[in-house]
């Protein structure tokens, strides 16, 4: 399917947060068409628990991403991006062409859904929106987070290239880690002790399809 003939998929999003934003840097680099609708936190007509939007995520959390050239609804971050890799990543520009390379992808890709998006997401939390004040809570989540960070500082000094994977190219795995390490501010955390950390972030936020990424959700339409 020429991208010329691709009607523009849509793509559910907070203007806050940073999984949507990962989907939209995976539909950037593909060079596909989409438009972004913004939904509040709520349950009215424009908010993710209200009923409009629980029939597209019975889940009630962004990113969804509909695909009207499928009639395909996919939701949550991993399952979106996983779908437009094998619809329309035909030439594994963001995925790899061989089962090693897809294992390594995984796992990269679960380490952060299942470990680092959380322990981040906990230091935003406790050091923000917690109604009770919390160090130990917030204390031991730093803790993780450090911890995360440093895997990905052994990784990314063990080879030349920058990218998480070792190559000349970036891959799905750096969009994914980025719009999470990007918090790392707001999260109270800092990156001094992983200077090769902070390297890639920079390299990260300075593709093109990073920074069309945060310009076209922030600009999206509110449902």
């Known amino acids: 399917m020429s991208n010329n003939t691709i009607k523009s998929l849509i793509l559910h999003a907070y203007a806050t947060g940073p999984n949507p ?6 539909l950037e680099a593909l060079d596909l068409p989409y438009n972004v609708r913004l939904w509040t936190f709520g349950s009215d007509s424009h908010g993710v628990k209200g009923p ?3 029939a597209i995520n019975p889940n009630g959390r962004v990113p969804a991403l509909q695909d009207p050239n499928t009639n395909i609804t996919s939701w949550e971050s991993m399952a979106c991006i996983n779908y437009l890799l094998r619809n329309y990543d035909t030439d594994d520009k963001l995925g790899a062409s061989s089962e090693a390379g897809r294992v390594e992808i995984d ?4 380490s952060l859904i299942s470990t680092m998006g959380p ?11 917690n109604a009770v004040k919390n160090d130990d809570a917030y204390k031991r989540y730093k803790a993780q987070a450090y911890g995360c ?8 000094k063990s080879h030349e290239g920058g990218w998480v994977i070792a190559g000349e190219n970036h891959s799905v795995v750096d969009l994914h880690f980025g719009p999470w390490i990007r918090q790392y501010g707001y999260a109270g955390l800092s990156l001094d002790e ?14 093109p ?7 076209m959700v922030k600009a999206g339409e509110e449902a």
Not at 21 to 26: D, E, I
Not at 149 to 156: A, D, M, N, T
Request: charged residues 20%; glycine residues 6%; neutral net charge.
């Open 194 to 207: 992983y200077p090769n950390l902070k390297a890639w972030l920079d390299k990260v936020q300075g593709l």
């Open 119 to 129: 322990m981040i997401g906990q230091c935003n939390w406790f050091r923000h929106y």
């Open 149 to 156: 960070f440093g895997v990905l500082e052994v990784q990314l």
């Open 209 to 215: 399809e990073a920074i069309k990424a945060y310009e």
């Open 21 to 26: 934003y990962k989907v939209a840097a995976v």
């Open 107 to 110: 796992q990269w890709t679960s």
């Open 52 to 54: 409009e939007f629980l």
